[in-house]
């Protein structure tokens, strides 16, 4: 398998500017979590999915990010309107469910660079 | 609310030597951790799990404990090498849910 693939890699813009992110899961894992990070903050916790259902967003910072997962191998963050303080590094993951109730190991993707002027 | 401390925004040490990396966390009771690598430009890297009734888990020259009465998770690099150099990550489950939150990190210099 190839991982967790997100798109684009790198990506500047201005503010005020939408934004999307991209993510393909690993095939056959049930869980998808959106994560952001930065040197203030670490990795945060956005939103995941389980089975393509968000299951918690109450990390999503404001209205302006939205998700979705409107299947089994893709998943999207968007932002409208960026802001400068959304610059930060965007990792899509996923993991597969063990039945033991133990969250298995996450499988990140490369992450996604946004920069917004 | 929960909260993940890493001991040290940064260690070094020199090679052949033992790095311990400290994880606490408060206002919390996870049955389990796990630790994940990070280096420059790249995701975290899944390294090891450890359940609260484990007490200490080994994988090659990784070693972790769990200590849930002090709260505290140690993660430990025997006969370090330049190649360990990276960022390490703990992270617990996030409330009763199944996702993880992360501590911000120790970023380890292993010089040769």
């Known amino acids: 398998d190839a991982g967790v693939i997100q798109s684009p890699r790198h990506e500047v813009t201005e503010m005020g500017q939408e934004v999307t992110l991209r993510c393909k899961p690993i095939s056959g894992h049930d869980y998808l979590f959106w994560y952001r990070q930065t040197m203030m903050r670490g990795l945060e916790l956005l939103i995941y999915f389980n089975n393509n259902v968000p299951i918690d967003d109450s990390g999503m910072p404001e209205d302006r990010f939205s998700a979705k997962m409107p299947n089994a191998s893709f998943s999207t963050l968007k932002i409208q309107p960026s802001e400068p303080r959304d610059s930060a590094v965007y990792f899509c993951?996923?993991?597969?469910?063990?039945?033991?109730?133990?969250?298995?190991?996450?499988?990140f993707g490369e992450g996604s660079r946004l920069t917004v002027l | 609310s929960q909260k993940i401390e890493q001991n040290s925004e940064a260690l070094n040490i020199q090679e052949g030597k033992t790095a311990t990396l400290t994880c606490n966390y408060t206002?919390?009771?996870?049955?389990?951790l796990q630790w994940y690598r990070q280096d420059p430009g790249r995701g975290p890297v899944f390294l090891l799990l450890?359940?609260?009734?484990?007490k200490e888990k080994r994988k090659e020259r990784l070693k972790v404990t769990f200590d849930t009465t002090l709260k505290q998770s140690l993660f430990h690099i025997t006969a370090s090498q330049p190649a360990d150099s990276a960022t390490y990550l703990c992270a617990l489950v996030y409330q009763a849910g199944t996702a993880l939150i992360f501590g911000k990190g120790t970023t380890l210099s292993v010089s040769s």
């Open positions: 450890i359940r609260e009734n484990e």
């Open positions: 993951a996923s993991s597969a469910y063990t039945g033991t109730g133990v969250t298995g190991e996450l499988f």
């Open positions: 206002n919390y009771s996870p049955a389990y």
